[in-house]
């Protein structure tokens, strides 16, 4: 009875061992990310019945993997993988950009978000920077942050620091390196304190605006403008256009006219800086309802105020430098200043109640 035991158990044995191992084409296999892994691409013909164990690819290096056959037909066989990690880690920052007095102290740590490897995970801790800034010379520096994975490799991220004069909570931009507008006939486009036209850009389809002698707008600006202008009317309420497209030249001669006349603080909070002008675009335009000292903050409060801020961007315009937005604009509230930027993106500014610098961000 025994020996008979014993006999079956032996014959299963040789029975298994007699099968053979599944035909990979190769048994050392490198692999970099979970689509790498094919079982199809291993082996010649049907592998639908073949299944391995999950590769972990937090490990990178070699690791041993069972492959088995659900038929039976082969035993299981060990797949030797290479896991090799190429992704970098990534560097998220709280800011691109940042301006900071000059003179002032400043803790580059501080604008690290955080900084994720696919592979190694949080390695925000391990983020390093180099300081090239001289806090006491005006200018536009940029920092570079690195952070590097187990396997070498490297993620970065920068951020520009303009060192510059301020006045009040506005700085002046005339020190700072802007980034140059990439395509100034893009109506959705960003021009402010670091964004910039170059000094030859002038709107090829300027048009004459409704009801106006010598103020101009693009034309798809200028026909926005007239219906605007039709629908205030309807509501009683008057609009005078003031300034419209202005040239570089016009701009230079305006921002050194403030300077000389009302001094820095007036000029930064209210004036572009040549180039950084949305009024340069032919976009933008200065309204009010009275000849009477008519650009003034006061406006917001009356019936054209309210129209500009409720009805604009019904026909593509936005309020641009609003109440309480001057810490992200850094201009001082204008309430006669709208800017067309077509229906679609005015009404998502609108309705989510930003400024184009977050729309953008
Ligand atoms: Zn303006």
Not at 243 to 267: A, E, F, I, K, V
Request: hydrophobic fraction near 35%.
């Amino acid at each position: 009875m025994k020996i008979w035991k014993l006999g079956l158990i032996l014959l299963l044995l040789l029975g298994c061992s007699s099968k053979k191992e599944i035909p990979f084409n190769t048994k050392e296999i490198t692999v970099y990310q979970q689509n790498d892994f094919n079982l199809d691409q291993l082996i010649e013909g049907d592998a639908s019945h073949f299944a391995c164990a999950p590769i972990d690819f937090s490990q990178p290096g070699q690791q041993n993997i069972t492959c088995h056959d659900s038929t039976q037909e082969y035993k299981d066989t060990t797949l030797k993988v290479t896991v090799v990690d190429q992704m970098a880690p990534e560097i998220k920052l709280t800011h691109s950009r940042i301006q900071l007095p000059i003179g002032s102290t400043y803790h580059l740590e501080q604008y690290i978000d955080q900084a994720i490897d696919e592979v190694d995970g949080d390695l925000t801790q391990q983020v390093t920077y180099v300081d090239t800034i001289n806090a006491q010379k005006a200018g536009t520096y940029e920092v570079i942050y690195t952070v590097s994975d187990r396997s070498g490799n490297t993620g970065s991220a920068s951020l520009v620091v303009d060192i510059t004069t301020f006045y009040d909570e506005y700085f002046d931009a005339s020190v700072l390196k802007p980034e140059m507008v990439e395509d100034p006939n893009d109506i959705h486009v960003l021009v402010n304190k670091t964004h910039a036209l170059s000094s030859d850009y002038e709107p090829k389809d300027l048009t004459l605006v409704y009801q106006s002698q010598d103020v101009y707008l693009r034309q798809e600006a200028a026909q926005a403008y007239k219906e605007f202008v039709l629908a205030a009317n309807q509501q009683g309420i008057t609009v005078i256009p003031f300034s419209g497209y202005r040239s570089y030249s016009l701009q230079t001669r305006l921002y050194h006219n403030y300077l000389d006349r009302n001094g820095p603080l007036y000029t930064v909070s209210l004036s572009a800086y040549p180039g950084r002008s949305e009024h340069q675009l032919g976009l933008a335009i200065d309204i009010s309802d009275t000849w009477n000292d008519p650009l003034n903050a006061s406006l917001g409060q009356r019936a054209l105020g309210q129209f500009i801020k409720n009805e604009a961007y019904r026909f593509g315009f936005i309020l641009r430098y609003q109440k309480d937005t001057t810490a992200i604009t850094n201009y001082a509230y204008e309430p006669w200043h709208i800017r067309y930027v077509g229906k679609e993106m005015a009404k998502e500014i609108h309705d989510r109640q930003i400024t184009l610098e977050q729309y953008y961000e």
